[in-house]
């Protein structure tokens, strides 16, 4: 029983996990960590814990960003996850920097909140509130671009009477 418990874990350059439902790959590093931490016995099983969910640095930045931009757009956990299609806990997760995201959740994410992928990736460059609103502007489909424009025209018409 022991060696087939540390067989699998010693044999490929990179093991194979499944967290939450999640498939992924692990180092043979990260794996001798773990079983340096939990030990193996011909009873003990390795579980993935808070070392597989360690914390990058990349993974804390974009978090931090997609938090940044979430709340920009005046939405909740709960409603950006319905919006781009994940769990709360999930959005939750990445906001935090626990969990990376797919290339496809990233575009799905810009979509929606109409910002560009640069702003996620390489945080705000000191734009000003103008150039943000402008890039959103110009990243929107030329239908909602219409009925954008068409609702500032509103707004400077109420403006110009107030004055």
């Known amino acids: 029983m022991f060696f087939e418990v540390l067989y699998p874990l010693i044999t490929p350059v990179f093991a194979t996990y499944n967290y939450n439902g999640v498939a992924g790959f692990m180092s043979i590093e990260l794996l001798l960590e773990m079983v340096a931490i939990h030990g193996v016995s011909e009873s003990t099983t390795l579980k993935a814990d808070d070392t597989m969910r360690d914390k990058k640095e990349i993974n ?91 609702i500032l025209n509103q707004i400077f018409q109420l403006l110009a009477v107030i004055e």
């Open 60 to 150: 804390i930045h974009i978090g931090n960003e997609i938090r940044n931009a979430r709340e920009r757009a005046g939405l909740t956990q709960e409603q950006f996850g319905e919006l781009v299609s994940l769990g709360t806990k999930n959005v939750s997760d990445i906001e935090r920097g626990v969990a990376g995201i797919t290339v496809s959740t990233l575009k799905r994410i810009c979509e929606k909140l109409s910002i560009s992928s640069d702003l996620i990736i390489f945080g705000d460059r000191e734009n000003n509130d103008v150039e943000y609103i402008a890039d959103k502007l110009a990243r929107l489909p030329p239908e909602q671009f219409e009925a954008v424009k068409a």
